[in-house]
């Protein structure tokens, strides 16, 4: 298996994929414009959270809560001490999930 140098850029990735399918470039980017418009509402907090792309992968999206901070914890690096925690912001956490027929393919 030889590996390429650099990945593919996004007008290489629809090339390829009008290549193999006949449509037209044009054609193959609506339909990427579709897709995630598709996986954005349904990643959305107020859509389903999840969502499967047939035969890749799933995508799923976790609401993570802001923290406050200022709580004293113990620095896991030098025991004894102490460490003061940061307030963090609310986020949204994406985790890919490859399919079982796409890692097999891979192999």
């Known amino acids: 298996m030889s590996k390429a140098t650099k990945p593919m850029t996004k007008a290489a990735v629809y090339e390829a994929v009008a290549a193999a399918t006949e449509f037209s470039k ?58 003061i925690t940061k307030p963090k912001p609310a986020s949204v956490k994406v985790r890919a999930r490859a399919g079982k027929a796409f890692v097999e393919s891979l192999l």
């Open 26 to 83: 044009a054609d193959v980017k609506k339909f990427f414009e579709a897709l995630s418009e598709i996986v954005i509402k349904q990643l959305h907090k107020k859509g389903p959270g999840a969502i499967t792309i047939p035969g890749l992968v799933k995508l799923t999206a976790t609401q993570k809560k802001a923290s406050k901070g200022g709580e004293k914890k113990a620095n896991p690096f030098k025991p004894g001490e102490f460490i």
